[in-house]
């Protein structure tokens, strides 16, 4: 079965600076894709970014960018000029590419954003 | 912008009550799935349709939760009975065949 790990479960950022969420997966396809879910007290799940597996450009989304690194299994998350709106958990989460699989989540990252 | 409608957003109940959660997906989702996401864990596939057909219940509790989405539209997860450890949130989300995954707001359940 697939397995994502998040080793952090708490970080925190100074308000404009640049925070990295770590994330490693273990699977034996080649078809997958990779996102950031960020879910705020609200609970609503919202993607923050994807990244397909046969893609080596890295995935950028405004502030937001990952580091894939395909051979080592490790998308982590690079929040820059980070924002008192981004306090959230975080959850990285593994998909299969054929249609309608499940997504595999890791156990989060609760990230505060200091004034 | 469309969304993944569930119902109710909190719900207590008493243990060996019955319970149960309703989902309306985006128009057109074929794919729907429930997820349990226990306070501090990440989401944890319950079941999955494919329009009114189960795909995947192998992580349903099917001595007391069942799950069923009989138009291929809207579904329904009921528990009965409750257990305190059911102490959740259940988490709806739906999704064209190949991307477009959206998820509702949840159900927060709490077994007194």
């Known amino acids: 079965a697939q397995t994502v790990t998040q080793s952090q479960p708490e970080m925190s950022v100074q308000e404009a600076e640049t925070v990295t969420l770590s994330c490693t997966y273990d699977t034996s396809e080649s078809d997958y894709y990779l996102f950031w879910y960020k879910q705020p007290p609200s609970r609503q799940m919202i993607l923050v970014i994807r990244q397909e597996a046969y893609k080596q450009q890295n995935a950028t989304e405004n502030r937001f960018s990952v580091n894939f690194q395909k051979a080592a299994k490790s998308f982590s998350l690079k929040i820059s000029d980070s924002q008192l709106g981004d306090a959230a958990m975080y959850f990285c989460?593994?998909?299969?590419?054929?249609?309608?699989?499940?997504?595999?989540f890791g156990t989060g990252t609760s990230l505060t954003v200091i004034p | 912008e469309a969304e993944v409608a569930q119902s109710p957003r909190y719900k207590i109940t008493e243990k060996s009550q019955a319970v149960a959660f309703w989902c309306d997906p985006i128009s057109g989702h074929a794919t729907l799935y429930w997820y349990r996401q226990i306070l501090g864990q990440g989401p944890e596939l319950l079941v999955q349709f494919q329009d009114e057909s189960v795909v995947d219940d192998s992580q349903l509790p099917k001595d007391r939760f069942s799950a069923e989405r009989l138009k291929g539209v809207d579904s329904t997860l009921k528990i009965q009975p409750a257990e305190l450890g059911d102490s959740a949130m259940y988490l709806c989300a739906s999704s064209l065949l190949r991307g477009g995954y959206t998820f509702g707001s949840g159900t927060r359940l709490t077994v007194v």
């Open positions: 989460a593994y998909k299969q590419g054929n249609t309608g699989n499940q997504f595999y």
